[in-house]
């Protein structure tokens, strides 16, 4: 069964402490794994997109990367306002097209 | 960009009223458009899939006639929470899919509903 899971559950960190969160998935053809911020009480906001092992992107302090069997959110030297929960969700493209979600890492920056 | 948006953001309502939301995607058109219930501190829970000009694809466990969904144009599609009850207070989101290579999904805001 295709399955996503995020680790840790929950992590605080001082500002600019560095981290980094854990996407480990079990989804047969993937075709995308995506990371998403989500701050209380709104919409999920889109941050990146991995299609293939090796794969890295950059958005100011985050910085997202694949493997074949997990992906990593690194958070560099984060601040205050980076404090949210950040989703991760596996694209399958088989006969159901849905996202494989995991159920997110609630991160809070103290400053 | 890639902008969904949702309305409306917030409401209340009675028990046995029906309940419309709509979902719009503001610069890009969506052949697919997800609707999604989240519960306090909870992932989100895919309810269907709205398909534009065809029936809606529901998830298991999530009634048909309770969650009226209508994909009428590559734009929008509307949820309507039929004869709700205090337990369909949730927080319910939106997204639609964009086309292509990435085929990444963007949400809409959220809407707030609460059941009295």
């Known amino acids: 069964e295709d399955q996503v899971t995020q680790s840790p559950e929950a992590l605080r960190l001082q500002e600019g402490e560095s981290s980094s969160l854990n996407c480990s998935y079990t989804?047969?053809?993937?075709?995308?794994l995506f990371w998403y911020r989500q701050d209380p009480g709104k919409g999920p906001e889109f941050l990146f997109t991995l299609y293939s092992a090796g794969e890295e992107k950059e958005k100011e302090r985050l910085k997202a990367t694949l493997t074949k069997k997990e992906s990593f959110l690194h958070i560099t030297a984060p601040k205050p306002e980076d404090s949210a929960t950040y989703l991760c969700?596996?694209?399958?493209?088989?006969?159901?097209?849905?996202?494989?979600w995991g159920l997110g890492t609630s991160l809070a920056v103290n400053p | 960009g890639a902008v969904v948006s949702q309305h409306p953001s917030r409401v209340i309502c009675k028990s046995g009223t029906s309940v419309k939301i709509e979902c719009r995607s503001l610069d890009f058109q969506a052949t697919t458009m997800f609707w999604y219930r989240q519960f306090p501190k909870q992932s989100l829970m895919l309810m269907a899939t709205?398909?534009?000009?065809?029936?809606?694809?529901?998830e298991q466990g999530v009634e048909k006639d309770k969650f009226l969904i209508n994909h009428a144009s590559l734009t929008l599609s509307t949820l309507t929470v039929t004869s709700a009850h205090p337990e369909d207070s949730s927080f319910y989101i939106c997204?639609?899919?964009?086309?292509?290579?990435?085929?990444?999904?963007?949400f809409g805001p959220g809407t707030r509903l609460t059941v009295l």
């Open positions: 969700a596996a694209y399958n493209a088989g006969n159901n097209r849905k996202l494989i």
């Open positions: 989804v047969s053809g993937l075709r995308g």
């Open positions: 997204s639609a899919r964009r086309e292509g290579a990435g085929n990444e999904q963007f």
């Open positions: 709205s398909n534009e000009g065809s029936k809606a694809t529901y």
